[in-house]
C-alpha cells in the first residue's frame, strides 16, 4: 500500500535507498541480485548490509532467496520509494495524498506540488504508479506491443516501460488533445496534472449528446495524429463544463499496427455502448468509425 510506503519513506535514509538502487541496477542482470553484488554497488561492510537488507525485508521494500545463493529483488514498495525521492528532490511532489483510484495494472494518488520560485499557493497533482506485470507476465505480454517481442523481462522493467511509453504519448499530444497535463516521469511512476471534471462512468449527463459528440470529436482528433487510444471506455474519460479528457495511455497503437482497425471498432463500440445503454442513444458502428478515419 502506498500509504505504507509513505510512512516508511520518512524512515529511510540515504543508505537504504543506496541499497534500493543497487538492486534496481543489479535486476538488470540477474533474476535474484546476489548480496555481493549488492554490496560491491553500496561498499558496505557485510554486517552494515546485512542489517540494512533485514530492515527493508521486514518493510516489505525487497524480498530474498536463500536458494540457490542468497540474493534479493527490489518489490513495489521499495520501487515507489525510489520513484518518490526522486519527484521529491525534483520538486515535483512535496506531499502525497488519499488513493483516488486502483486497478490491476495501476495505483493513482493525489499528491500536492509546491508552487515555483515559492511564488502563489500549492498544487494538486496526480501520481499514477504502473503496476504491469504484477499479476501476470503473460498476459501483460499478450496486451501490450512494447513488450510482445521481448523473451525475458521482469515486473520493473514492464512498468518501467509502460509508464515511459504513457508520458512519452502524453507530452505529445498533449498540444493537441484533451488529456491531463504531464508535469514528470521517474521509473514506473507519472506526475500529471488532475482531469478536469468526473470520471464517465460515475456521472449523471445533462447533456448527454453534447459529451458523445466531445468524445467523438476527440477521438477522430486522436486519428488524425496516427494514434489509437485502444483501451478507450467509460472508465477512461473524464467529464466537465469543458468538454472531455482521455486518460490510461499505455496501451496506445499507431495506424500501422498489426490490429489498428480492430482496435479503433473496440474503442467506438465500447463508447456507443455505453451511450446506448445509459441513455438510449444510438449510433451505427460502422458509420461513426468512417467518420473518425475521414472516409
Do not use: C
Not at 43 to 50: A, G, P, T, V
Not at 162 to 191: C, G, T
Not at 256 to 267: C, I, S, T, W, Y
Amino acid at each position: 500500500m502506498i500509504d505504507d510506503v509513505v510512512k516508511l519513506f520518512r524512515q529511510l535514509d540515504s543508505k537504504d535507498l543506496r541499497i534500493l538502487m543497487g538492486i534496481e541496477i543489479g535486476m538488470k542482470h540477474y533474476e535474484w541480485v546476489p548480496v555481493e553484488e549488492v554490496r560491491k554497488y553500496t561498499r558496505f561492510s557485510y554486517s552494515q548490509l546485512e542489517y540494512k537488507l533485514l530492515q527493508l525485508f521486514r518493510s516489505n521494500m525487497v524480498v530474498g532467496t536463500k536458494t540457490p545463493y542468497e540474493g534479493y529483488q527490489i518489490y513495489f514498495d521499495g520501487y515507489d520509494a525510489l520513484a518518490l525521492n526522486t519527484f521529491v528532490k525534483r520538486g515535483s511532489v512535496s506531499a502525497i495524498g488519499d488513493e483516488v483510484g486502483v486497478g490491476k495494472e495501476s495505483v493513482v494518488h493525489e499528491a500536492i506540488r509546491e508552487p515555483e520560485l515559492a511564488i502563489g499557493d500549492p498544487t494538486t497533482v496526480i501520481i499514477k504508479f504502473h503496476r504491469e506485470g504484477r499479476t501476470s507476465f503473460k498476459s501483460v505480454k499478450r496486451g501490450r506491443e512494447h513488450l510482445a517481442y521481448r523473451e525475458h523481462f521482469s515486473w520493473i522493467y514492464a512498468a518501467r516501460l509502460s509508464a515511459k511509453r504513457e508520458f512519452d504519448i502524453m507530452e505529445q499530444l498533449y498540444s493537441e488533445i484533451s488529456i491531463p497535463k504531464p508535469l514528470d516521469y521517474n521509473r514506473h511512476a507519472i506526475v500529471m496534472a488532475p482531469a478536469k471534471g468526473s470520471i464517465l462512468v460515475k456521472t449523471k449527463l445533462t447533456e448527454p449528446n453534447w459529451v458523445l459528440e466531445e468524445i467523438l470529436s476527440q477521438m477522430t482528433k486522436v486519428h488524425s495524429l496516427g494514434i489509437i487510444h485502444s483501451d478507450l471506455s467509460e472508465y477512461n474519460i473524464f467529464v466537465s463544463e469543458e468538454g472531455v479528457e482521455f486518460i490510461d495511455w499505455p496501451q496506445y497503437v499507431t495506424l500501422d499496427h498489426l490490429n489498428a482497425e480492430d482496435l479503433l471498432r473496440r474503442d467506438v463500440f465500447n463508447v456507443l455502448t455505453h451511450f446506448k445503454r445509459k441513455y438510449n442513444i444510438e449510433k451505427d458502428l460502422d458509420e461513426v468509425v468512417r467518420i473518425i478515419k475521414g472516409e
